[in-house]
């Protein structure tokens, strides 16, 4: 190994030595931000945001396939539109930003720059929404939003961040329900399937549900430093906004009655997840679904056998590309292989494809995978198919080797000493008994920094004993500290 | 034709009783947008999103198959940097909307929501760009911008609307130049074979450049009522952004310099530009390529045929999905044919199958264009063949039949007697002489209302004397009413 490629290893921290800095360093250097000159605001870099389109586009195929639209909504919502639905309000006024002026003249009327969109999208449904046929209505937005965080951190937490919102309007509620768990399970999927974040879905309880909604519900996944992380929620909104904003419906049976509503929504903290539940002290490491690049081509040839190893490459670069690999031939002069080798794993490339002289007389390559660090030597006849296939069995590994660390970090108990003790020393998830009273709830955060991160929709086992009160249970919840 | 057929067509207003008025009667009819609560903000309906996921769709391979990337910089830019380059914040801060506070906090420092993202751009790029090894910076960004806008119309004049603005930093001039000029001829390519909108390319006066920019370069279209529209503009920006933000490069000659910049941007304007270009009394006309809705299937059926007609137009709907055609099936029963046929002619679908029980007898379909009202009546057997060839053959149809109508609609003359007539009996684009005074642009500007368009690339015909001041001239300038 040459000094640089010593340094290149050097310069990010240890999961182990500091998780929290191992993290900041991992998204500087596989480029995928860059903090900016506004508070609280990153820039999204190409790299990142090649990552994010990937990622659009696995969720958006989704939520076509189940029957939404896309459509775009105002950024700006006047106050008093905000300030319809009591609890939402509430929620959201401590951190939304305000315009107050346009050029130079000052505004009537303050406007918010929307830190989600029920208040201006449920105004348009009051307009659009008459009769039963108009039902159900399902919109979904891709768009900004900003709320005014104190504490911000990449992708996790930033004062603006890219979403999705979906806002559907229903006849009644067990279509409301339904299409909120619908959508749950969409989100499941695209983060089981496309991210490889296995993911435990549930409710959330009164303290941690949205504001104005009647019920949340989420997905939940646990990091590699056993912190959890909400990955996306679903909520069935009742006819709150409905009641305030007046969206009736004239019904088969000639009555007017309220539509139900739901929103569900998903953003670019996916992003976090998958950095935190696939990074490693090497970097990152990327899902071959989402990968902005899923293998790199590097040639290794001492000068003289430079042109001959260079053009072979080419073609093979070709013939995969033609296969459909987002591939990237790295055949840079001014680094070496090893450095090279940094680089793409810094990146979470899955696969890196070595073709060195001795390789092209015994016609074959070398694959080196991301995920687990073995090497493989392949023929270059048909080597396109090897690769897919490889793809293939790195994405069901990862999801596998996460569903192992969850499993592995995930603690039963109804004993608060031991409960206190495992959060302290090694956190993980902790399936406990909850009487269900918000007192107990709420007396646990506050003595662990342990939240209920949600109630599962199958309890497993038999009913207990409320970890912090003692009284019989038959309800379980997921506890655990989270970002 | 029945009644309510009738009360269809008559709801919208017609190009020659109220152009304008026609215009907002399709854009709302149509369903492409609808008016918001939020003063100048339109909201982008889910048919006039498909289209504009459309529009983006076309583009962004364009940018992206020039070497661009996608990446997203942040919705505020701090004031002190938008101030930073003199022409450009004289440009912009009239019509910019300020956010003063954040939660119930003032700020520091007040923020502006970006009008375009130059300045925080290259404040980023001024960390990123040390080497030539850096260069070029070929970098694109898909988002929402805001201007505050006294007089606004639905896609051609919002105080928000959705864009994409490319920034790319070049080693010289030349490098600059010819990025500038590449972008403009990917938004000719584009609004030529896509959305069959022929475009003059050419330079903008020094009155009419970009706010910052050396030179910027413009494509102009011609609306059916004889007005122009600036479709999309690309800017040679030179160094004066990166002296003001210090963007500079060690050049391989050791020496530092500053880089050249181009910025480019294309907008939901385009949305206004198809309509204005295809539309007529009866609604919207849609290009094949970018139609959300490419065919639209109608089984006509009395009821004892119902089932018959109604099982053979599922299995043709899903025979014609197969081939790639986007297709929907129209089997609402509340609705007659004709009330159908009028809709989607509203909403501009390019074609439209009819399948009755006569024509499954001699197992044939009618296809109905939208461009021409021609009738055909095609075999049902291999008719996504004949579908896909159609299209086709109405894009290119859509693409001649709109260009003849600007060459009938452009006039040549030198005489300001005559130019101000056909401005006022006619409009469309005069190709007049100018000698290159901005006295003799304004004066023009002041007494007929036009303003020069573009300067062509390429000036037709001899040397003449300029249209106002009548001194001798080589340059060819286009003047038109415009938008």
Redesign the interface.
């Known amino acids: 190994m040459g000094r640089r490629e010593k340094e290149f290893v050097r310069e990010i921290t240890s999961q182990e030595a500091d998780y929290s800095q191992w993290y900041l360093d991992v998204v500087l250097k596989a480029q995928l931000m860059?903090y900016?000159?506004?508070k609280g605001?990153?820039?999204?870099?190409?790299y990142?945001?090649?990552l994010?389109?990937n990622i659009q586009q696995g969720l958006d195929r989704r939520i076509k396939d189940t029957g939404h639209?896309?459509?775009?909504?105002?950024?700006?919502?006047?106050e008093s539109?905000l300030q319809k639905e009591a609890e939402h309000v509430e929620g959201f006024?401590?951190?939304?930003?305000?315009?107050?002026?346009?050029?130079?003249e000052k505004l009537a009327e303050r406007?918010v720059?929307r830190p989600t969109s029920e208040t201006?999208i449920c105004?348009?449904y009051s307009?659009?929404i008459q009769s039963w046929?108009d039902l159900p209505v399902l919109?979904n937005q891709w768009?900004?939003v900003?709320r005014?965080e104190k504490v911000t951190r990449p992708f996790l937490r930033t004062?603006?961040f890219?979403w999705q919102e979906g806002h559907t309007a229903h006849r009644n509620e067990e279509e409301a329900e339904a299409e909120t768990l619908l959508m749950l399970d969409v989100y499941r999927d695209f983060a089981e399937n496309d991210l490889a974040v296995p993911v435990i879905p549930g409710r959330k309880t009164e303290n941690e549900k949205f504001a104005g909604a009647l019920r949340t519900y989420t997905i939940e996944a646990l990091m590699s430093d056993g912190k959890a992380l909400q990955a996306g929620t679903s909520h069935n909104l009742g006819e709150h906004f409905a009641r305030v904003f007046d969206i009736t419906y004239l019904d088969k049976d000639g009555t007017l009655k309220y539509v139900w509503q739901t929103s569900w929504g998903a953003s670019t903290r996916l992003i976090g997840a998958v950095i935190m539940v696939h990074g490693d002290d090497r970097g990152l490491a990327l899902p071959p679904k989402i990968a902005p690049v899923q293998a790199v081509l590097v040639p290794i040839a001492p000068k003289q056998a430079r042109e001959t190893v260079l053009r072979r490459a080419q073609a093979l670069f070709s013939e995969l590309k033609e296969a459909g690999v987002r591939l990237e031939l790295d055949d840079r002069e001014?680094y070496s292989a090893g450095w090279k080798f940094n680089e793409w794993e810094m990146k979470g490339v899955p696969l890196r494809i070595e073709l060195g002289p001795r390789d092209l007389e015994s016609g074959q390559a070398v694959l080196v995978r991301r995920d687990t660090g073995e090497k493989v030597t392949a023929p270059l006849a048909g080597l396109g198919g090897k690769v897919a296939a490889l793809l293939l069995e790195i994405q069901a590994n990862m999801l596998e080797k996460a569903r192992r660390f969850r499993e592995e970090n995930t603690s039963c108990t109804d004993d608060y000493g031991e409960f206190k003790r495992i959060i302290e020393e090694r956190r993980g998830l902790i399936v406990s008994h909850w009487c269900g009273d918000s007192e107990c709830e709420l007396a646990v955060k506050e003595e662990t920094k342990a939240t209920i991160r949600c109630l599962p929709f199958r309890p497993e086992g038999p009913p207990g004993r409320c970890l912090r009160c003692g009284s019989q249970s038959g309800t379980v919840a997921y506890f655990a500290r989270a970002y």
């Open positions: 860059d900016s000159p506004v605001c990153m820039v999204i870099r190409p990142g945001f090649a994010w389109e639209k896309n459509a775009y909504f105002p950024l700006f919502i006047p539109l006024a401590p951190e939304v930003a305000w315009v107050t002026h346009g050029g130079s406007l720059v201006i105004e348009m307009r659009w046929r919109i768009c900004n900003v005014w004062s603006e890219l001014e």
